[in-house]
């Protein structure tokens, strides 16, 4: 078998005059390079051992032939500094650009080392990175699931779906595919009020304390939720009064003790603000984040964030600083306007977070009503493809049979 290069390079053609630094992540974790990549006519060089690592691929270095060999389980492949001919499992490969010593290191063609051994690369011209996933993430990589609970009716009821029966009664019945649920039962209101019934809907169930036995009983991990939209301002004007920011903090804080931490479903910010004003729209959340966080640290309590995604019209969130103070954060990647939720732009959003967020800190959020049992798989693989930490499904009580099932085989 020979190989042939027209798939097996990366390149844009405005690629190679991008004064950006460009950054390679493998499983969505960026690679550090002791060089920077290279871009020698229109094909991307890197420094073979630091890529090799990521890969987990063993390789080794001969100075006197001047060969550079890897090899996995199933792959075997040559490259000689200055030759244009590859060998990958004694099939020959002819490149366009070979590897090569630059300033005193070893630089090889990076996709067609990473395709030798059956991995995804991808280019993002925005954020001029690269991003390679390993064959073996492509299946085998864990996903948590999330699930959010809210109240329903009896035939979109989310104890039901979760516990297998109509309330009361319980068994184990999805809980060992759901990890986590989130609890939308809180809310705000503009003075740092915590409510427990709001005008979205949102509201704790008299019954409260019997989802949260069966959670336990199930070793669900529960999450107190707190929601709250900016169609009247109310989230506006809280993030605006230091005082009422406070009082908000230490009602969360009380309350959050009952569970295991807290995930903080703040939407509509930044739909109409541009710069200056933008950021401080994103300046004033992350502020509030900040003294959310330091509370609840002090009392061994999680803080997750569900955030629009940042390829969405709600600009208000800086990932960046939001990353650093959390535990997790679930990409709301959906709403964009068809169904299922267009490949491109969720694939589009995770690229995007991952500049700035560890992928372990990452839950791709799916919304359930807006896709079929075949486009959720599709959205499970994105997550496992990228190392996400799992997926957060809006939400439970809308999870069909088939749907439960592809989780599992999932």
Same mark, same amino acid.
């Given at each position: 078998m020979t190989l042939t290069l027209f798939t097996l390079f990366l390149v844009q053609p405005s690629f190679a005059n991008s004064t950006k630094e460009m950054t390679v992540f493998v499983n969505g974790s960026s690679v550090q390079f002791d060089v920077p990549p290279m871009v020698q006519d229109n094909r991307t060089l890197v420094p073979f051992r630091a890529l090799a690592e990521a890969? $987990?691929?063993?390789?080794?270095?001969?100075?006197?032939?001047?060969?550079?060999?890897?090899?996995?389980?199933?792959?075997?492949?040559?490259?000689?500094?200055?030759?244009?001919?590859?060998?990958?499992?004694?099939?020959?490969?002819?490149?366009?650009?070979?590897? $090569?010593?630059?300033?005193?290191?070893?630089?090889?063609?990076?996709r067609i080392f990473s395709e030798a051994f059956n991995c995804q690369v991808s280019w993002d011209a925005a954020s001029n990175s690269i991003y390679i996933l390993s064959a073996q993430s492509q299946t085998s990589w864990p996903l948590e699931v999330m699930g959010y609970y809210a109240l329903g009716?009896?035939?979109?009821?989310?104890?039901?779906?979760?516990?297998?029966?109509?309330f009361p009664n319980h068994s184990s019945g999805n809980t060992?595919?759901?990890?986590?649920?989130?609890?939308?039962?809180?809310?705000?209101?503009?003075d740092g009020n915590l409510l427990i019934k709001?005008?979205?809907?949102? $509201?704790?169930?008299?019954?409260?304390?019997?989802?949260?036995?069966?959670?336990?009983?199930?070793?669900?991990?529960?999450?107190?939720?707190?929601h709250m939209t900016d169609e009247d301002n109310s989230l506006t004007?809280?993030?605006?009064?230091?005082?009422?920011?406070?009082?908000?903090v230490e009602a969360i804080v009380k309350e959050a003790k009952t569970y295991r931490g807290v995930n903080l479903d703040f939407e509509g910010l930044g739909l109409r603000d541009k710069d200056d004003q933008l950021t401080l729209v994103q300046n004033r959340f992350t502020h509030f984040v900040t003294l959310l966080a330091k509370e609840l640290r002090n009392h061994d309590l999680k803080l997750i964030l569900s955030l629009h995604a940042?390829?969405?019209?709600?600009?208000?969130?800086?990932?960046?600083?939001?990353?650093?103070?959390?535990?997790?954060?679930?990409?709301?990647?959906?709403d964009y306007g068809s169904k299922p939720e267009p490949i491109d732009r969720v694939r589009e959003a995770i690229i995007n977070v991952l500049q700035v967020v560890p992928a372990e800190?990452?839950?791709?959020?799916?919304?359930?009503?807006?896709?079929?049992?075949?486009?959720?798989?599709?959205?499970?693989?994105?997550?496992?493809?990228?190392?996400?930490?799992?997926?957060?499904?809006?939400?439970?009580?809308?999870?069909t049979p088939d749907m439960w099932q592809l989780l599992r085989e999932k």
């Open positions: 890969l $987990q691929v063993n390789v080794t270095w001969d100075g006197s032939t001047q060969t550079i060999r890897a090899k996995d389980a199933l792959t075997y492949i040559v490259l000689r500094i200055g030759d244009k001919t590859a060998y990958h499992n004694d099939s020959s490969i002819t490149m366009d650009v070979p590897p $090569q010593i630059i300033n005193g290191r070893t630089l090889i063609p990076l009716d009896l035939q979109t009821s989310s104890w039901t779906n979760l516990f297998g029966h109509p060992d595919i759901v990890k986590n649920i989130a609890l939308g039962w809180y809310s705000l209101d503009a709001s005008r979205t809907g949102w $509201q704790r169930p008299e019954d409260y304390k019997k989802v949260l036995a069966a959670a336990d009983q199930y070793k669900v991990i529960t999450q107190m939720v707190v004007n809280l993030l605006s009064n230091e005082s009422a920011m406070e009082k908000a940042p390829n969405s019209a709600y600009k208000g969130y800086d990932y960046e600083n939001l990353g650093k103070l959390v535990d997790s954060i679930v990409i709301m990647a959906y800190k990452l839950y791709l959020g799916v919304s359930i009503p807006n896709e079929t049992s075949s486009s959720l798989g599709t959205k499970l693989d994105i997550a496992k493809q990228y190392h996400l930490k799992g997926i957060a499904i809006w939400r439970l009580g809308l999870v």
